[in-house]
């Protein structure tokens, strides 16, 4: 909460992305390519996007020969510009996914920039997702996007999920993905693998459905 916020906006933010991938080449690379199937994402500032490092350090590190298991979060105003959209839109071209990150539904400002970039994916901010409680399990917003997975292929991303009411209640809905201190905070590297090979997740995720019914 602190410590991103000071570093974005200054040359730092890049340096740190750079890291970040080359990280991820190094502890989860070999991961990916056993496992076809996952994904993982990483968070891009608005800095770098389309300015040509993240190709020049996702080509250094190995990682786009799996570009189809990545997936780029980035914000609204990680986009502000054509040079961004651009990048945005090649990045798809070449089979990896963007995620438009803290989408908060207060306005149509975040969601506009649906019809200028191929988004695949939206995260709903976690401001949203402590509204759904005992006292309200069912708040005003939860319908909309219900009534937009139905109209859109869009895949959304609930953040910030701790209780077993929300994760039920995002499932209700359809939301199709939900991450969260309810199903991990956050672990090392090898501890993650560790997780994945056991698959609680999955054993949760099954329980949760027989709950809802479904």
Known sequence: MDFIPLAENTPLSGLITYWVIETLAVEMGSWLRANPTARISINVPPEIVG???????????????VVSQLIFEVTERGMPDLVGVNAINNAWKMGARVALDDVTLVS?????????????????DQSLISQISQECPSPEWLGGITAMLGATELEVIAEGVETKLQA???????????????????????????????????????SLHLNCGL
């Open 168 to 206: 039920m209640t995002l499932l209700k809905a359809n939301i199709q993905m939900v991450q969260g201190f309810f199903f991990s905070r956050p672990i090392p590297a090898a501890d993650f693998i560790a997780y994945h090979r056991e698959a609680p997740h999955s054993q949760l995720i099954q």
């Open 51 to 65: 300015r040509g490092g993240l190709l020049y350090a996702g080509t250094k590190s190995g990682l786009f020969d």
């Open 108 to 124: 149509g400002a975040n969601l506009a920039i649906l019809s200028r970039c191929h988004i695949s994916i939206i995260k709903l």
